[in-house]
């Protein structure tokens, strides 16, 4: 119920008490009457909004400009309409799928407008290098880019995205921020420092580490020149052979000469081991090819960059020799067979390991390993077996060159020189 009605405001059987007329004042401007249509015409809206929530209308009515008469509702549908649908009507709600639709509008114009403007600038910039490109040549045409005419003007940008224009304005701003980058590093006053320190490490560790790589590449390739006339089948063959004592192993393609005038000593060694193997006589196992007793000859299997001599390597595939492969050693003009028999590892300082009571001619093979080091000494021990062993030479006296207290092995490294180190 609506107070502001005159007729529903007073109670059934209540006489009607007769109003006094209002007071007007005698004269009433323009702008008073002005003001008064303009309440007359809010009041008319707010009436007509309120109506509008009574009857159960959601929809928000549209303003008018002009005053609207308003329409009584009859009592009766007020009396026979539930309250709560009256006052407790929900608003009207944006769905879910409204906001999807305007976040998808809003996301979509962007990326147009941002593509649009890449595109834009890879153009020009493509047409900038082509006019560099056809002045620096002198051929052609130079393309021009667009000039602005003023600060609110615009390129005319392409209408299509293209790929390649898009990879290159990648690629130039990659190589544009790895360019200033090392500018800047470049004139950082660390950088020379820096890059001596670094160079100076690099160097200092191929120094000290040289052998290891060189070692490990040349158990791969051949590391002499073997002349096929050495390969034999039969061991017990009896070849023609010049004088130059040699040591030939067919397996590991080994074909070198053995230097037989020398002493055990470290430096003697080394310096007989730049020729080819050296024969490493100490009392007890100081028998040459022919002779019982054991003949001892040392080889390189790795050694420094900085050493002289053409077999560093010469047994660097010296461990792939297993029991039953043949070894030849050519002496005095002569051939003797040898199958080997053992393979060890010992320490360097193990000379007793070459010392020890037979009745055959035996050879023993000595070099560093593991490759590359000098940190234990291989022996490749191997027996005669052609010509007879029967008919060899009995062991010589006791040498008179001494004995050692190691068996001799590589050169010293970068470190041990320049820190005073001792023999490997």
Same mark, same amino acid.
């Given at each position: 119920?609506?107070?502001?009605?005159?007729?529903?405001?007073?109670?059934?059987?209540?006489?009607?008490?007769?109003?006094?007329?209002?007071?007007?004042?005698?004269?009433?401007?323009?702008?008073?009457?002005?003001?008064?249509?303009?309440?007359?015409?809010?009041?008319?809206?707010?009436?007509?909004?309120?109506?509008?929530?009574?009857?159960?209308?959601?929809?928000?009515?549209?303003?008018?400009?002009?005053?609207?008469?308003?329409?009584?509702?009859?009592?009766?549908?007020?009396?026979?309409?539930?309250?709560?649908?009256?006052?407790?009507?929900?608003?009207?709600?944006?769905?879910?799928?409204?906001?999807?639709?305007?976040?998808?509008?809003?996301?979509?114009?962007?990326?147009?407008?941002?593509?649009?403007?890449?595109?834009?600038?890879?153009?020009?910039?493509?047409?900038?290098?082509?006019?560099?490109?056809?002045?620096?040549?002198?051929?052609?045409?130079?393309?021009?880019?667009?000039?602005?005419?003023?600060?609110?003007?615009?390129?005319?940008?392409?209408?299509?995205?293209?790929?390649?224009?898009?990879?290159?304005?990648?690629?130039?701003?990659?190589?544009?921020?790895?360019?200033?980058?090392?500018?800047?590093?470049?004139?950082?006053?660390?950088?020379?420092?820096?890059?001596?320190?670094?160079?100076?490490?690099?160097?200092?560790?191929?120094?000290?580490?040289?052998?290891?790589?060189?070692?490990?590449?040349?158990?791969?390739?051949?590391?002499?020149?073997?002349?096929?006339?050495?390969?034999?089948?039969?061991?017990?063959?009896?070849?023609?052979? %010049?004088?130059?004592?040699? /040591? #030939?192993?067919?397996?590991?393609?080994?074909?070198? *000469?053995? @230097?037989?005038?020398?002493? $055990? +000593?470290?430096?003697?060694?080394?310096?007989?081991?730049?020729?080819?193997?050296?024969?490493?006589?100490?009392?007890?196992?100081?028998?040459?090819?022919?002779?019982?007793?054991?003949?001892?000859?040392?080889?390189?299997?790795?050694?420094?960059?900085?050493?002289?001599?053409?077999?560093?390597?010469?047994?660097?595939?010296?461990?792939?020799?297993?029991?039953?492969?043949?070894?030849?050693?050519?002496?005095?003009?002569?051939?003797?067979?040898?199958?080997?028999?053992?393979?060890?590892?010992?320490?360097?300082?193990?000379?007793?390991?070459?010392?020890?009571?037979?009745?055959?001619?035996?050879?023993?093979?000595?070099?560093?390993?593991?490759?590359?080091? %000098?940190?234990?000494?291989? /022996? #490749?021990?191997?027996?005669?077996?052609?010509?007879? *062993?029967? @008919?060899?030479?009995?062991? $010589? +006296?006791?040498?008179?060159?001494?004995?050692?207290?190691?068996?001799?092995?590589?050169?010293?490294?970068?470190?041990?020189?320049?820190?005073?180190?001792?023999?490997?």
């Amino acid at each position: 119920m609506r107070p502001d009605d005159p007729t529903t405001s007073r109670r059934p059987g209540t006489p009607l008490i007769p109003q006094r007329s209002l007071l007007h004042t005698p004269a009433t401007t323009q702008a008073t009457r002005d003001q008064v249509s303009i309440g007359q015409a809010a009041a008319n809206i707010a009436r007509n909004q309120l109506d509008s929530i009574y009857e159960g209308n959601t929809s928000q009515p549209t303003p008018q400009t002009t005053p609207v008469k308003e329409v009584a509702t009859p009592q009766q549908t007020l009396d026979t309409q539930n309250p709560y649908d009256r006052t407790q009507t929900n608003p009207a709600q944006i769905q879910a799928e409204q906001w999807k639709q305007y976040h998808s509008a809003w996301q979509d114009y962007y990326q147009k407008y941002y593509e649009r403007y890449y595109v834009g600038q890879v153009h020009h910039a493509k047409q900038a290098l082509e006019q560099r490109a056809a002045e620096a040549t002198g051929g052609g045409q130079s393309v021009h880019p667009p000039e602005k005419s003023s600060s609110n003007a615009t390129y005319e940008q392409p209408d299509t995205f293209n790929r390649d224009e898009a990879i290159y304005d990648l690629r130039s701003k990659l190589v544009g921020k790895i360019q200033d980058s090392a500018q800047k590093a470049r004139k950082s006053r660390h950088f020379v420092p820096i890059s001596a320190a670094i160079c100076v490490m690099l160097v200092f560790l191929f120094l000290q580490y040289n052998r290891v790589l060189f070692a490990n590449v040349q158990a791969y390739i051949s590391p002499g020149n073997i002349d096929p006339a050495n390969i034999i089948i039969d061991p017990t063959t009896n070849v023609a052979v %010049s004088p130059e004592p040699k /040591l #030939i192993i067919p397996k590991i393609n080994v074909d070198v *000469p053995v @230097e037989y005038n020398t002493t $055990p +000593g470290y430096d003697a060694q080394m310096k007989a081991m730049e020729n080819g193997v050296a024969y490493f006589g100490i009392p007890g196992a100081n028998s040459k090819p022919g002779q019982i007793g054991n003949t001892v000859l040392s080889g390189h299997s790795s050694n420094d960059i900085i050493d002289g001599g053409n077999y560093k390597f010469i047994f660097a595939r010296l461990d792939q020799l297993a029991n039953g492969d043949t070894i030849y050693v050519n002496y005095e003009s002569k051939r003797y067979s040898y199958t080997v028999t053992k393979k060890e590892v010992v320490r360097p300082t193990e000379v007793s390991k070459l010392v020890y009571p037979t009745d055959k001619p035996i050879l023993t093979l000595i070099t560093c390993t593991p490759i590359g080091t %000098s940190r234990d000494r291989l /022996l #490749i021990t191997a027996e005669q077996v052609s010509p007879d *062993p029967k @008919e060899a030479a009995p062991a $010589p +006296g006791a040498s008179s060159s001494g004995g050692t207290a190691s068996i001799p092995g590589n050169s010293p490294t970068i470190v041990q020189r320049l820190f005073g180190g001792g023999e490997n």
